[in-house]
């Protein structure tokens, strides 16, 4: 199956004005006849424009699934291809209940390279995930505006035992947590309590649905993902093998499949690559029928 250097050399030799959708169609049809399964792509171009603000997922998402869903038979399931950084807690709790909504349990996901934050939540409501050797998750603690709110919490810890030991250090850490408006504190309880409930849900309804251990397992996986004190940093890059120790159900796509499958989902891959790289879209939502929404860089 095609390389990124293939599909490069493909898109270079067309004369077709159309030559990136026309590609990415192409092999994401040739995926869909060999699984039988209805595609949906949910990507994002912020590897190709870091810095763009709305590369994130975000609730006008919602817009491009409905058009993607509509007319597929929703009874062959849903493969959801997911690479993006995350987004709105909000929005992606409505995703997933729509999604739920459409297809049931019935959905599995494919991660070719990265879904990270709400990305990797997402993938914890699906029955199981793909990952290569080169794909990645993240934790799922929550951020204020690029702020985790992990951090916040420990920093106000801090604050409240270094000033207990030393009354003088006073002014020092109100200047600290004075960047801090007086109700952010328990925004940030609430948003972490928020996520890691609904992702506990979303597992013991799904991947470890009617397992008589569904519950530990869901609060391992919550435990791995959402400990900031573990995972250091929100950007924390989580390969499948440790991803599988945590107990999510992951299938390797090297072994689990046979090399035409793995062929096709990184052929297709490397198609939305070459079209962040070349074009203005930023979000792409995309079904293996054609029908898309593309969401273009905005000023």
């Known amino acids: 199956m095609p390389t990124w250097n293939d599909i490069l050399i493909e898109l270079n030799s067309s004369n077709r004005v159309d030559a990136l959708d026309f590609v990415r169609h192409k092999y994401l049809k040739n995926l869909h006849n060999k699984t039988g399964r209805n595609i949906i792509t949910y990507y994002s171009g912020w590897l190709q424009k870091p810095g763009i603000g709305n590369a994130n997922i975000c609730d006008d998402d919602k817009n491009g699934l409905m058009a993607t869903v509509h007319k597929l038979d929703r009874s062959k399931g849903l493969d959801l291809m997911l690479h993006t950084p995350g987004g709105d807690l909000a929005a992606t709790e409505s995703i997933v209940y729509y999604l739920k909504k459409m297809f049931g349990n019935n959905i599995r996901a494919i991660i070719p390279q990265i879904a990270m934050s709400a990305g990797t939540m997402i993938a914890c409501a699906c029955k199981t995930i793909v990952m290569g050797k080169q794909s990645n998750i993240g934790p799922i603690d929550p951020q204020f505006n690029g702020i985790p709110v992990h951090g916040v919490l420990d920093e106000f810890k801090k604050a409240l035992e270094e ?12 200047i600290v ?4 408006h ?7 309880k609430n948003a972490i309590e928020w996520s890691e409930k609904i992702v506990k849900t979303w597992l013991i309804d799904n991947m470890f649905e009617n397992q008589h251990d569904a519950k530990e397992k869901a ?14 940093t929100h950007a924390r890059h989580i390969h499948m093998d440790e991803a599988k120790t945590f107990g999510l159900d992951i299938k390797f796509l090297e072994t689990d499949f046979d090399d ?15 079209a962040f790289a070349r074009a203005s879209a930023i979000r792409i939502v995309e079904n293996h029928l054609g029908n898309a929404v593309v969401f273009n860089i905005t000023k």
């Open 177 to 180: 947590v004075g960047k801090y």
């Open 182 to 188: 007086p109700t952010f504190i328990g925004e940030c």
């Open 260 to 274: 035409e499958f793995q062929d096709l989902v990184l052929t297709v891959h490397h198609t939305y690559m070459h």
């Open 163 to 174: 000033v207990k030991k030393d009354p003088a250090s006073i002014p020092i850490w109100q």
């Open 219 to 232: 609060d391992k996986v919550v435990k791995h993902l959402g400990n900031h004190a573990d995972t250091k």
